[in-house]
C-alpha cells in the first residue's frame, strides 16, 4: 500500500504563490504519472496537473501558464507550483499517483492509484 502525504497548503493573498509537495512512500515498485486534484466546496473533484514517470506534464485550461507541476523521482515526490493564484483557486488539493506496489502487478499490468488526504489552500482577495 502506498502513502500520499501531501503539505504546502495555506491562506495566501490573490497574486500570490504557493507550493505543495507530497511524497509518496510504502510498497512502490514502479510509480507511473502523479498528479493534483482539487474539490472546491459544492463542486466536484477536477484534474489540476499530471506529470509522467518520464516528466510530460499535463494542466487544465484554467491554470496553465500558471501552475508548475514537476516531480523529483528520486524521492517519489511530486510539486505544484502555484503563482498568481486568484479566489477560484481556492479548494482542497489532492495529490494522485499511479503506480505499480510490486512486479506481479507489473507484469500482469494491474496499476493501482492513490490519493492523499487533501491540503487546504486559500486565496483572499
Known amino acids: 500500500q502506498v502513502h500520499l502525504v501531501e503539505s504546502g497548503g495555506g491562506l495566501v493573498q490573490a497574486g500570490g504563490s504557493l507550493r505543495l509537495s507530497c511524497v509518496a512512500s510504502?510498497?512502490?515498485?514502479?510509480?507511473?504519472?502523479m498528479g493534483w486534484y482539487r474539490q472546491a466546496p459544492g463542486k466536484q473533484r477536477e484534474i489540476v496537473a499530471t506529470v509522467s514517470s518520464s516528466g510530460s506534464t499535463d494542466y487544465a485550461a484554467s491554470v496553465k501558464d500558471r501552475f508548475t507541476v514537476s516531480r523529483d523521482n528520486a524521492k517519489n515526490t511530486v510539486y505544484l507550483q502555484m503563482n498568481t493564484l486568484a479566489p477560484e483557486d481556492t479548494a482542497v488539493y489532492y495529490c494522485?499517483?499511479?503506480?505499480?506496489?510490486?512486479?506481479?502487478?507489473?507484469?500482469?499490468?494491474?496499476?493501482?492509484?492513490?490519493w492523499g488526504q487533501g491540503t487546504q489552500v486559500t486565496v483572499s482577495s
Open positions: 494522485n499517483a499511479n503506480y505499480y506496489p510490486d512486479y506481479n502487478y507489473y507484469l500482469n499490468r494491474r496499476p493501482q492509484t492513490a
Open positions: 510504502g510498497s512502490i515498485f514502479r510509480l507511473n504519472a
